[in-house]
């Protein structure tokens, strides 16, 4: 079946530091891959996505590349700040008609 | 302003009765589906609609139903509540495309619900 899976969590930085959250995929077939944002009390955001590999997702300062051949799509910034924290969740989507499948989410804090 | 829209925010109920949430679009997206939360395993997809009278089963569909009767409004039903469907709620629209997956998904603030 089709699966997400991210670093666990939670991952504690400080403020300017590089972040890198890992996330890979299972699928049966070519995806398009997302990164969500999700703020304390509040739904999800889309943070970026790309559709096909070597698709590059950029927004905020982050970015993600889609690796076909590595099935991944890390999530990176160069330089964090407090206002950054939040729960990060990867997903991917088959095909037109098809569900959704989400990672577990990793937190993220960013002391100042 | 484009938004997705649930209520209630907040519902306590007791084993066994009915309960319906609400979730309504004004983007007219085709796309719309209900999530749950529960922590460590992040977002599940209960149901999803790809348009009016269209439904399909996400991964966790068991104990819950949907309709999809006009395409701004996609109720979830649960008809006997049991306390292992205490969670968060989300629902979720989005605009369908026909190549490369859908488009952004706009979610709903979310409701908690708890069954004693």
């Given at each position: 079946g089709n699966s997400v899976t991210q670093m666990e969590g939670p991952v504690t930085l400080s403020e300017e530091a590089f972040l890198t959250i890992n996330c890979t995929y299972t699928a049966t077939g070519y995806p398009s891959l997302f990164w969500y944002v999700q703020y304390p009390g509040e739904g999800l955001q889309l943070l970026l996505k790309a559709t096909k590999a070597d698709d590059k997702g950029s927004n905020k300062g982050f970015e993600a590349t889609y690796r076909k051949e590595t099935t991944s799509f890390h999530l990176e910034k160069g330089s964090v700040q407090v206002s950054d924290s939040a729960v990060y969740f990867c997903a991917l989507k088959l095909n037109y008609g098809q569900n959704f499948v989400f990672g577990p989410g990793t937190r993220l804090s960013v002391l100042p | 302003e484009?938004?997705?829209?649930?209520?209630?925010?907040?519902?306590?109920t007791v084993t066994g009765k009915k309960l319906?949430?609400?979730?309504?679009?004004?983007?007219?997206?085709?796309?719309?589906?209900?999530?749950?939360?529960?922590?460590?395993?992040?977002?599940?997809?209960i149901y999803y609609?790809?348009?009016?009278?269209?439904?399909?089963?996400?991964?966790?569909?068991e104990g819950y139903k949907v309709s999809r009767k006009e395409k701004r409004n996609f109720?979830?039903?649960?008809?006997?509540?049991?306390?292992?469907?205490?969670?968060?709620?989300?629902?979720?629209?989005?605009?369908?495309?026909?190549?490369?997956?859908?488009d952004t998904q706009y979610f709903g603030p979310g409701t908690r619900l708890t069954v004693l």
């Open positions: - | 484009a938004q997705v829209t649930q209520n209630p925010r907040y519902l306590i319906t949430v609400t979730c309504s679009q004004n983007m007219n997206h085709e796309y719309m589906s209900w999530y749950r939360q529960d922590p460590g395993l992040g977002l599940r997809q609609s790809m348009n009016v009278e269209v439904t399909d089963k996400g991964d966790v569909p109720p979830l039903i649960l008809e006997s509540p049991s306390p292992n469907q205490t969670s968060l709620y989300f629902c979720a629209s989005s605009r369908e495309v026909t190549s490369g997956g859908s």
